[in-house]
């Protein structure tokens, strides 16, 4: 059976379930450190400096690099869930960042407000609009100083199709079982997931999509958005366990300046 896949899909899916399904990606403390000694190794950036953590969720990397001393980051996602996590735990935390819902293709941010963007942990290719991710690298674009940096933190397609799995699953605690089933459609990853608790039953069981990218077609979706200097790392991962972690095993880092 073909896995079809609801248009707004991504607007709804990033709640509580997916701090669920994906922590051990993205509620780690070990990996976010690691992937933002990663960030800060590759965008060398001063402590004054503006950071727009763009797709940034609950604000995972946000709340590191403000731990390093790196004030000023702003905070942007989608998700009302993610920015309001994000917020209570600013709030109880004394961390003093701008967190601003909105979507990443039309922030309404002001234009050469910030001297870095970071987008982290695989957060293009979700919406079902071959354009979509032009847009929000574009908005990126639009929103750095001139000579700004932009990194892109996306799972490695090439990869993804060289190690394709069609049935995976996990177990989270001794409660919920994630059981993800995927399908190759035209370049995208379609995946049906269902979670499964001893407790509540049936928790989820919603599709989704990935558009897939490799590092010839985000160096040319950097490009077209008239980046300059863009430079791929490939082969980086945070965990240290091998393992089927959905998009996170491994990833390109993209940089570019504007
Ligand atoms: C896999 S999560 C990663 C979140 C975060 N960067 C991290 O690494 O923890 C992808 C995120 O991208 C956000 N996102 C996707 N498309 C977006 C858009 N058009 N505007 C704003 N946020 C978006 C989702 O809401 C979600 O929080």
Not at 134 to 141: F, H, K, P, R, Y
Request: proline share 1%; glycine share 6%; aromatic share 8%.
């Amino acid at each position: 059976m073909s896995i079809h896949v609801k248009q707004d899909w991504w607007e709804t899916l990033f709640d509580d379930i997916y701090l669920l399904t994906d922590a051990r990606s993205v509620c780690d403390d070990n990996i976010t450190c690691r992937e933002v000694d990663l960030v800060c190794e590759l965008l060398s950036i001063s402590k004054d400096q503006n950071i727009l953590d763009l797709c940034g969720g609950h604000g995972r990397h946000s709340f590191e690099l403000f731990a390093r001393g790196y004030k000023n980051c702003t905070l942007l996602d989608y998700s009302q869930y993610l920015v309001d996590q994000a917020k209570a735990y600013a709030a109880k935390n004394n961390i003093s960042i701008d967190i601003i819902r909105s979507d990443a293709r039309r922030t309404k941010l002001p234009t050469e407000s910030f001297d870095h963007v970071c987008i982290m942990g695989n957060s293009l290719g979700y919406i079902n609009d071959n354009n979509a991710d032009s847009l929000i690298i574009n908005e990126a674009n639009r929103l750095l100083c001139p000579g700004g940096k932009l990194l892109v933190d996306i799972t490695d397609g090439d990869y993804v199709l060289k190690s394709f799995n069609p049935i995976a699953w996990h177990e989270i605690g001794d409660d919920t079982v994630v059981c993800r089933q995927r399908e190759l459609h035209n370049g995208s990853i379609h995946a049906r997931e269902m979670v499964l608790s001893k407790t509540n039953g049936l928790v989820r069981d919603e599709n989704y999509s990935i558009r897939l990218y490799n590092e010839s077609s985000i160096h040319s979706l950097l490009d077209k958005a008239g980046f300059c200097e863009i430079k791929i790392h490939k082969g980086f991962s945070a965990h240290r366990l091998k393992g089927d972690y959905g998009f996170m095993n491994n990833r390109m880092i993209a940089t570019c300046k504007k």
